[in-house]
T-cell receptor, first 115, second 114 residues
Framework: RKEVEQDPGPFNVPEGATVAFNCTYS??????FFWYRQDCRKEPKLLMSVYSSGNEDGRFTAQLNRASQYISLLIRDSKLSDSATYLCVVNIANAGGTSYGKLTFGQGTILTVHP | DGGITQSPKYLFRKEGQNVTLSCEQN?????MYWYRQDPGQGLRLIYYSQIVNDFQKGDIAEGYSVSREKKESFPLTVTSAQKNPTAFYLCASSIGLAGKGTQYFGPGTRLTVL
């Protein structure tokens, strides 16, 4: 089983739609969670961190469910410029439960927003 | 401007040759990382360094080597022992442990072995 799993999509949605991505992680000792965005042939950039209480940044809402070990990203009122690959990223602790600075990336979910 | 630079952007290599990819950051970050990305796949960690003169193997270190002689620089050498080196290579840095600090990525180097 992969440490971080995402539905690769692609998701094709019209402008203005609401779309949600899910991501599951296998290590219950995981400590930190992020969503990164990667445009075609570019480097990943942090979209938002994910907190236990859930957090929102404009049209983007991230949720964390530790009990079920999944993370979600909701995009409301999709724009053409939202078209990208969305990477779920987890900081997985070592056997001692401490973070040692390694992020594990999911394979990404491709989103295409069309007019 | 503060950031991470990688050079070259595109690199072509003949089989059997070693090649070194450059990564420089002026963000004063302690930690630096090298990842490899293949089409349709997530990033996989090659090597990382939390401090000058120290580095650790990641998940796919075989066929690669690194050095960290300066805080700002973390070059990656792809050796002839790497069996499938054609990929997109990304360098990243963070203030400290990744869990407490975001990783910032350079623009990447696309390596093609001919």
């Amino acid at each position: 089983r992969k440490e971080v799993e995402q539905d690769p999509g692609p998701f094709n949605v019209p402008e203005g739609a609401t779309v949600a991505f899910n991501c599951t992680y296998s290590n219950s000792a995981s400590q930190s969670f992020f969503w990164y965005r990667q445009d075609c042939r570019k480097e990943p950039k942090l979209l938002m961190s994910v907190y236990s209480s859930g957090n929102e940044d404009g049209r983007f809402t991230a949720q964390l469910n530790r009990a079920s070990q999944y993370i979600s990203l909701l995009i409301r009122d999709s724009k053409l410029s939202d078209s990208a690959t969305y990477l779920c990223v987890v900081n997985i602790a070592n056997a001692g439960g401490t973070s040692y600075g390694k992020l594990t990336f999911g394979q990404g979910t491709i989103l295409t927003v069309h007019p | 401007d503060g950031g991470i630079t990688q050079s070259p952007k595109y690199l072509f290599r003949k089989e059997g040759q070693n090649v070194t990819l450059s990564c420089e950051q002026n963000l004063n970050h302690d930690a630096m990382y090298w990842y490899r990305q293949d089409p349709g796949q997530g990033l996989r960690l090659i090597y990382y360094s939390q401090i000058v003169n120290d580095f650790q193997k990641g998940d796919i270190a075989e066929g690669y080597s690194v050095s960290r002689e300066k805080k700002e620089s973390f070059p990656l050498t792809v050796t002839s022992a790497q069996k499938n080196p054609t990929a997109f290579y990304l360098c990243a840095s963070s203030i400290g442990l990744a869990g407490k600090g975001t990783q910032y990525f350079g623009p990447g180097t696309r390596l093609t072995v001919l």
